[in-house]
């Protein structure tokens, strides 16, 4: 990471439930399970610039596709549309 990279990246962004999000609140590394909040949170992670859209992939084995289908999802039907049980009511 370069001297302007670290300089530019944010503390902290407001995560999808209002409070303050940072680095160590993201979910684990590991993550297999991706419940509604923990997309949320990754996806309001790279959107205020906690984490790059490629620190977000590498971090959590997700395909860019995958990624912005989730971001996708939120801009078009909320929150509620990530949930994985939904999917078929919201795909076209």
């Known amino acids: 990471m370069t001297d302007q990279q670290f300089r530019t990246r944010s503390r902290y962004v407001i995560g999808p439930d209002g409070s303050p999000l940072t680095v160590a609140d993201l979910p684990p590394r590991d993550t297999k399970r ?27 084995k ?24 939904r999917l078929k009511d919201y795909r076209n």
């Open 34 to 60: 991706w419940v509604i909040r923990r997309k949320a949170e990754v996806v309001a992670a790279v959107r205020g610039g906690l984490l790059s859209l490629e620190e977000a992939c590498e971090r959590y």
């Open 62 to 85: 997700l395909t860019v596709d995958e990624f912005l289908s989730w971001q996708r999802t939120i801009d078009k039907h909320g929150l509620q549309g990530l949930r994985a049980t």
